[in-house]
């Protein structure tokens, strides 16, 4: 999707605010982003739009996609609880209803763990989105895993693979990584075999 697109898919989130749009494509086109950059962002919304009938509230849901990488730094921590209150100040000057922003904050902070309760709604349609590049055929999925590696170029590679392997089997432990029906069917098998193909690479 191109910026203009993406521009477009910002003024449907919220009407009026162009400025902030280009303000958020900004952070995500950052030099030092390899893999949290605007192609993931156009991915995120892709797999919302696709999963939207699942959400309880997709407005929120749409306005979190577009703040949940809203800040990313490699060496933070704290990168979704600095995007959930970036989203609360530009929401609120664009008088956004109380109950929106504190919504949208909560699924931005979601996307730090992916586990999103059994009656989250919201959660389940964003954090699936947000993992469903985990599906993406065999040439994309390398795409993410290098660029992944690119984010994380400071790190020597024996502690690279140590720490990348560790998150790849916390995933492959997780009883389901897609919470909506829609998720599981659509991205489950294929988001584990390109998980398990990656931490042989890596382990081998």
Known sequence: MSDESLLASWEAALPGFPTF???????????TRRYHDSRHLTEV??????????????VSVRLAAWFHDAVYEVDRTDNEEQSALLSARMLESAAVPAGVIAEVERLVRLTATHHPSGDDANGAVLCDADL???????LRYAEYAADVRAEYAALDDAT????RAGVLRHLLGQ???????????RWEDAARMNLRHELAVLTT
């Open 45 to 58: 919304l892709a797999g919302v739009r696709l999963l939207g009938d699942h959400a309880a509230d997709l």
């Open 21 to 31: 749009g280009v303000a958020l494509l900004e952070r995500y086109d950052e030099p």
């Open 175 to 185: 009883p389901s990584l897609f919470g909506t029906p829609e998720g599981r069917r």
């Open 160 to 163: 690279f693979r140590s720490g």
């Open 132 to 138: 469903a590049v985990l599906a993406s055929d065999r």
